[in-house]
Nanobody
Framework: QVQLVESGGGLVQAGGSLRLSCAAS????????MGWYRQAPGMKREWVAS???????SYADSVKGRFTISRANAQNTVYLQMNSLKPEDTSVYYC?????????WGQGTQVTVSS
């Protein structure tokens, strides 16, 4: 069982930046692909970015070139650096393994981008 705790969200103006963190429990973190996901009010949860155990990254078209996912295996942490934020990035952001497991969803962290 893996426990995931997201942090780093907040209120930012359009064009600003935030860095999200996801702290994971468990001894096998370095072997697991991790992803960031988000859910806006009234919308389905969507995939944002992912990183393999080897560090290969993938991004949704909507965030490509603006967001960067990274991981620090020694700290059991995955990050999401978000630059050039837009109002449409407003969502609750979650991390999970790839592919996702229902029991691993945490509380998420709210990101609000004002115009």
């Amino acid at each position: 069982q893996v426990q995931l705790v997201e942090s780093g969200g907040g209120l930012v103006q359009a064009g600003g930046s935030l860095r999200l963190s996801c702290a994971a429990s468990g001894s096998s973190f370095s072997l697991i692909a991790m992803g960031w996901y988000r859910q806006a009010p009234g919308m389905k949860r969507e995939w944002v970015a992912s990183i393999t155990s080897g560090g290969r990254t993938s991004y949704a078209d909507s965030v490509k070139g603006r967001f960067t996912i990274s991981r620090a295996n020694a700290q059991n942490t995955v990050y999401l650096q978000m630059n050039s934020l837009k109002p449409e990035d407003t969502s609750v952001y979650y991390c999970n393994v790839v592919p996702t497991r229902n029991g691993y969803w945490g509380q998420g962290t709210q990101v609000t981008v004002s115009s």
